[in-house]
């Protein structure tokens, strides 16, 4: 039975319990206890309120993970408010652009990075540590008690990746983010357990990931940016049990030079996830890292991270390009986009989902026609044994002259390619079939589009094969793990 955890009380259980265990470790430099991070929640309370933030508003936060960005999504929580979690590298133009999707109030919150963007986005006032975080301790009044927020009120709002567009707002329900923590963490542990965090903040993985380690009362070591040295480093030295891993961090830590040098006998989990991982970097990551045990999770923002799992005991050679089976309660379909009609096993179609305890994408269910359903607008097929194996998004579909396909669909067969370390399949615009197929991809030595059209003939249709190829020494990715085909398209068409 799943324990409803709300997200303003995740500190209390291990604040009473072990108030001196260490809560988060930022960067080797700000150490944080369970008691100093709720001092801090207090703080930021006690600090909003005097602004003039109040139940039902959006409070824009652009923060790396820091103890004031955790602080003021837990206050908001707690005060029936929503932190609206924006990343802190985006421009002003590009911030204004979020603010406007969100609706957020006139007080933000803002790390010293970050405050000019926000300011500059139309935030009226811009709070920081200096204004939230000090000043004597205890006694202020954020520790007061606040009316319990309704299970349908905002906690948090996210943003989409924005792969192909501006990101769009996703708020997320006081009472789907509890529910969610509870089927995570539905006790405190009486010892802590040892996270590493390096996704971005402001991604699904992160924040939630930060917050069920609070609730379990983990300690959460975490990297502001990416570095596989670093995180070599951290992992050693920390103890580290558990972590979440975008492919292409994981591939960096598998080939990185000191990866056998690194002790890492502390490690038992690695989860990865949010953009599509090689079937031959997860045989390398097995062969490199034994003993550490594998899962691959699937999910999206909208449904508040993972809707399917494949498990360590379940990487079997034939599944590693599977992303698990649906996970207890979720429901799935996989239907022609077009006359939302189920397709056959083994057949590409759009994925819909329905969250069967109601708590999450429930809420998010964007098909009139089929109440509670979310169309995902993610491309997958499902075996006859129920694993699901993505192939890309419904938006980045390429249409050459009529006939339509997954980008993953090439990408798999190129990937293949002995030369090939990364690859990347868009729709390039022509005048004449409405769009070409363009290849972006990383190799090793040299690669001329008759050698790749050469080894992908027999493998894949003919309005499939390569017609533009660019060599890179590395694909643009975002901050999320995920490549930027808008950004590649431009890069291949100018190309």
């Known amino acids: 039975m799943t324990t409803s955890r709300p997200l303003g009380r995740i500190l209390d259980a291990t604040t009473t319990l072990d108030p001196g265990r260490i809560a988060l470790i930022v960067d080797d430099d700000a150490v944080t206890s369970y008691a100093d991070l709720e001092d801090a929640v207090c703080r930021v309370t006690d600090g909003l309120a005097v602004a003039g933030v109040r139940a039902g508003q959006r409070v824009p936060l652009a923060d790396h993970t820091s103890v004031l960005a955790t602080a003021t999504v837990i206050a908001c929580a707690r005060m029936g408010a929503a932190a609206a979690l924006m990343n802190p590298r985006l421009t002003g133009g590009e911030m204004a652009a979020l603010v406007d999707a969100a609706g957020t109030g006139p007080v933000g919150v803002a790390g010293p990075i970050a405050a000019p963007a926000l300011s500059e986005a139309g935030c009226a006032t811009v709070l920081g540590a200096e204004h939230l975080l000090g000043g004597g301790t205890g006694g202020h009044e954020g520790s007061r008690a606040f009316p319990e927020p309704s299970a349908s009120s905002d906690a ?37 357990a040892v996270s590493l965090m390096c996704v971005p903040f402001v991604h699904v993985g992160g924040m939630l990931g930060l917050m069920v380690a609070l609730a379990r009362g983990s300690t959460t070591v975490a990297l502001t940016r990416f570095d596989a040295g670093a995180w070599l480093v951290a992992t050693e030295r920390y103890g580290v049990n558990t972590c979440f891993l975008v492919p292409t961090m994981l591939h960096r830590i598998v080939e990185h030079p000191r990866l056998a040098d690194t002790d890492l006998s502390s490690l038992q989990v690695l989860t990865y996830g949010a953009a599509p991982a090689s079937p031959e970097l997860i045989r390398t990551a097995a062969l490199r890292l034994p003993g550490v045990g594998l899962a691959n999770t699937f999910g999206q923002t909208e449904t508040l991270g993972s809707i399917t799992i494949l498990p360590p005991g379940d990487h079997s050679p034939e599944r590693l390009a599977s992303v698990g089976r649906p996970l207890p309660g979720v429901e799935i379909r996989v239907v022609d986009p077009a006359t939302g009609e189920a397709v056959p096993a083994g057949t590409v179609g759009e994925l819909w989902v329905k969250e069967g305890t109601g708590a999450t994408v429930d809420a998010m269910a964007n098909d009139e026609s089929s109440p509670g359903w979310l169309r995902t607008g993610d491309l997958v097929s499902v075996d006859d044994d129920g694993y699901l194996y993505p192939a890309g998004r419904l938006s980045d579909t390429i249409n050459r002259g009529g006939e339509k396909f997954a980008p993953m669909e090439l990408e798999r067969v190129v990937l293949a390619h002995p030369a090939v370390r990364d690859v990347a ?71």
Request: glycine share 10%.
């Open 156 to 192: 948090v709002v996210l943003f989409t990746s924005g792969t192909t567009g501006t990101p769009k707002a996703v708020p997320l329900a006081q009472g789907q983010i509890a529910s969610r923590i509870g089927a995570y963490a539905p006790v405190a542990d009486p010892k802590p």
């Open 425 to 495: 399949v868009v729709g390039v615009p022509d005048a004449e079939m409405g769009q070409r197929v363009g290849v972006a991809a990383v190799v090793d030595g040299g690669l001329t589009m008759e050698e790749l059209r050469e080894f992908c003939r027999g493998s894949i249709a003919p309005f499939k094969m390569p017609e533009r190829l660019l060599v890179v020494d590395e694909l643009p990715y975002n901050d999320f793990g995920k490549v930027d085909r808008k950004a590649l398209r431009a890069l291949i068409a100018s190309e």
